[in-house]
């Protein structure tokens, strides 16, 4: 895939057969610090994030002209060895490289966003999302999030504020249509 300047992107994969990716709360903690390492603000803004135990999905979006391809690639490849390392295992830990689908539809942007932030609840691992740890959820509700996020322009721009956006992922929090939905846009009609 060729990645360009001023794209959003969807960004997703599971661990081989399904297996956990993070087995315990320093895997979560380490991937995110390593996303921020790899991840130039000034070029690559994370929009909305979620790890799940065995998934993960990032929505970013490219401010300036960037290999991502291989930024992306630095940055699995560094978690897959750490976490090869911690837990005495080797081989591969994903399941293929990083799936990357670009966002050209304003609808399916906030949707995906909702997605994204309601996968640990549809997953049954909690009620809420602002329960689940391992999501920007919160920051997405938040009246205190930076003015110059890129969640927080996207929530504005979109949705509104951090209450409105929580009524809206509130409102689709039992909508299965909207999951079928993303899901088949993610791994085409099933």
């Not at 921020?36 to 998934?55: G, S, T």
């Not at 969640?151 to 299965?176: C, H, L, N, P």
Request: proline residues 3%; negative net charge.
């Amino acid at each position: 895939m060729r990645f360009l300047p001023q794209q959003y992107y969807h960004l997703y994969n599971r661990g081989n057969n399904r297996l956990r990716i993070f087995l315990e709360e320093e895997n979560y903690r380490f991937f995110l610090q390593r996303l921020c390492q790899h991840f130039d603000e000034k070029r690559v803004q994370i929009v909305a994030y979620c790890l799940m135990p065995n998934h993960y999905h990032i929505l970013v979006y490219l401010q300036d002209e960037v290999d991502f391809s291989n930024v992306l690639r630095g940055f699995t490849t560094s978690y897959v060895r750490s976490f090869n390392r911690w837990h005495g295992r080797v081989g591969y830990l994903f399941q293929g490289n990083s799936q990357a689908k670009v966002i050209d539809r304003d609808p399916y942007l906030t949707h995906l966003c909702g997605y994204i932030h309601l996968n640990p609840v549809h997953a049954g691992l909690v009620a809420r999302p602002e329960e689940w740890e391992y999501s920007d959820y919160r920051e997405w509700i938040s009246a205190e999030t930076s003015p110059i996020s890129a969640a927080r322009r996207v929530r504005e721009e979109y949705v509104g504020t951090g209450k409105d956006y929580e009524k809206y992922v509130g409102d689709f929090s039992g909508a299965e249509k909207m999951i079928v939905g993303i899901e088949e846009q993610l791994f085409g009609a099933h």
